[in-house]
C-alpha cells in the first residue's frame, strides 16, 4: 500500500449491531475493549460493533475505565448480562477458574461466547464447556490472540502451501520475566483459580501455534519437567506470605501426528525475557521462525538452494495484498504491535458472526479443548514422571 492510500473511507453498514458484553477489566479487559473499539473503526465490518456493557468487580474503577474505552454501561454483576435481549455476545476475559460458569450460562442464555485463553482452569471444566458448546446454537471463540499476527498468518500459508515440504521439527518456547520472588501470590499463583501456572499460562498459546500451524495433533508427551521455585510469595496486601502451588516453569517433549518430533518451554522466572516467545518449524523441504519480539518479520529458508545463495530470508508482513490484515493497517513497513491481534481477532469475530470467513480459523470451544488435553497431558508426564499418550487424557 502506498502512503496516498491511507485513510481509506468505510462503507456504511445498515446491518443491527453486533452488542457485545465484557467481563473482566484488567489487562485482557483492556487488551479486549481496545480490540472491539479500534475494529469498529479499521475494518469494514458486516455488522458494526455496540459496546454496549462491561462487567467486573470493582464498581469504583468500572465507571471511569468503561467512559474511557467507550462501554455505553457498566454493572458488578455478571449474571444480568444474560437477560439482556440487547447483548449478543459475552466476552469473558476473567481469571481462569470462572470461565466454564460464565461461558456455559452466556451459551444457555443464547448469546454468543469469546472466552480468554486458556480455555480453563481445568480439563474437566473445558470438557464441560465444549459440551455446552456443541448443544448451544451461539458460537464459541478462544483469544488465542497470537493467531492473528500478519507473520503467523503467513507462515500458516506457507505451511499450507507444502514450501517446507514433510514436516519433521517443532521447537517452541515462551519465556517471561516477571514471576521472580518478589512477585506477589496474585491469582495466577494459586492453582484452585489459574489451574496452572506458566504451562496453562504461557505453554497455552505456543501448543495452540503449534497445533495451527502444522495443522497435526499431538499423540503423546514423551517426557515433562516441572518446578515451583517459590512456594511462597508475599501477599498483595503486604501481610505476610502465602503459598504459591502452581509451576514456575514447565517444559515438555511431544510426539505429533506423523512422527513430528517437538519441544515446549515456559516460564516467568527468566530474567530479560519480558514477553519472549517463538516457534521453529523445521521440515524437508525448508525452516521457518517466528519470533514475537520481531513480530512484523518472518524469517525462512528454503533448503536445496545449492548454489551459494541459501540462508535465511526475513520477510516484513506488512504489504497490503500480500499479507493479512495489512491492508486494514498501515502503509507497508508502518509496523504493527502487541494489541492489534486483539483488533484483528475482534473483526474477524464479527465476520463469522456475519456468516463470512474469518481470515484464518479461530480456535472454537472444540479447537480449544484439544489444546487444553494437551495441557493436562503434558502436567501428567510432569507429575507422573512418565509417558502420557493423548488418547489416555480426554
Ligand atoms: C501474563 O503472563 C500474560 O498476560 C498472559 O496471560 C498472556 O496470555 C500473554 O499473551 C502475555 O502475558
Known amino acids: 500500500m502506498g502512503l496516498e492510500d491511507t485513510g481509506r473511507t468505510h462503507a456504511a453498514t445498515t446491518a443491527s449491531p453486533l452488542g457485545v458484553a465484557l467481563i473482566g477489566q484488567r489487562f485482557m479487559g483492556r487488551a479486549h475493549s481496545n480490540g472491539w473499539g479500534q475494529a469498529n473503526r479499521f475494518f469494514d465490518l458486516q455488522r458494526p460493533i455496540r459496546m454496549r456493557t462491561i462487567c467486573a468487580r470493582n464498581a469504583e474503577e468500572l465507571a471511569p475505565f468503561a467512559k474511557r474505552f467507550g462501554w455505553e454501561s457498566w454493572t458488578t454483576d455478571w449474571r444480568t448480562i444474560a437477560d439482556d435481549a440487547e447483548i449478543d455476545l459475552v466476552d469473558v476475559g476473567t481469571p481462569n477458574d470462572v470461565h466454564a460458569e460464565q461461558s456455559i450460562a452466556m451459551l444457555q442464555a443464547g448469546k454468543h461466547v469469546a472466552c480468554e485463553k486458556p480455555l480453563a482452569a481445568t480439563l474437566d471444566e473445558a470438557r464441560r464447556m465444549a459440551e455446552a458448546a456443541r448443544d448451544a446454537d451461539g458460537k464459541t471463540f478462544v483469544w488465542f490472540n497470537y493467531r492473528r499476527i500478519p507473520a503467523v498468518v503467513l507462515a ?141 518479520y518472518l524469517s525462512v529458508h528454503e533448503a536445496g538452494l545449492g548454489d551459494g545463495t541459501g540462508g535465511w530470508k526475513r520477510i516484513a508482513a506488512t504489504s497490503a495484498g500480500d499479507h493479512a490484515y495489512a491492508a486494514e493497517w498501515w502503509p507497508d513497513g508502518h509496523w504493527i504491535g502487541y494489541e492489534h491481534g486483539f483488533v484483528n481477532m475482534a473483526a474477524d469475530i464479527v465476520r463469522v458472526l456475519a456468516g463470512e470467513e474469518p481470515t484464518v480459523p479461530i480456535p472454537d470451544f472444540a479447537d480449544a479443548y484439544e489444546t487444553q488435553r494437551v495441557l493436562e497431558a503434558s502436567m501428567r508426564a510432569a507429575t507422573e514422571h512418565r509417558r502420557i499418550l493423548l488418547d489416555d487424557v480426554r
Open 156 to 296: 500458516h500459508q506457507w505451511i499450507r502451501e507444502g514450501r517446507l515440504g514433510r514436516l519433521l521439527h517443532v521447537r517452541a518456547r515462551y519465556l517471561q520475566s516477571w514471576g521472580g520472588a518478589d512477585t506477589p501470590r496474585v491469582w495466577r499463583f494459586e492453582k484452585s483459580r489459574a489451574g496452572s501456572g506458566a504451562h496453562g499460562d504461557l505453554n497455552a498459546h505456543i501448543i495452540d501455534m503449534a497445533r495451527f500451524l502444522t495443522g497435526l495433533s499431538f499423540e503423546a508427551i514423551d517426557g515433562a519437567i516441572a518446578r515451583t521455585f517459590y512456594p511462597e510469595r508475599p501477599m498483595p496486601d503486604g501481610k505476610g506470605v502465602g503459598t504459591s502451588d502452581v509451576d514456575d516453569a514447565l517444559s515438555f517433549l511431544a510426539s505429533m501426528e506423523g512422527g513430528v518430533a517437538a519441544s515446549f518451554e515456559a516460564t516467568r522466572c527468566a530474567p530479560g525475557h519480558l514477553n519472549d516467545h517463538g516457534i521453529e518449524i523445521n521440515g524437508e523441504l525448508g525452516s521457518l521462525r517466528f519470533d514475537f519480539n520481531e513480530m512484523n
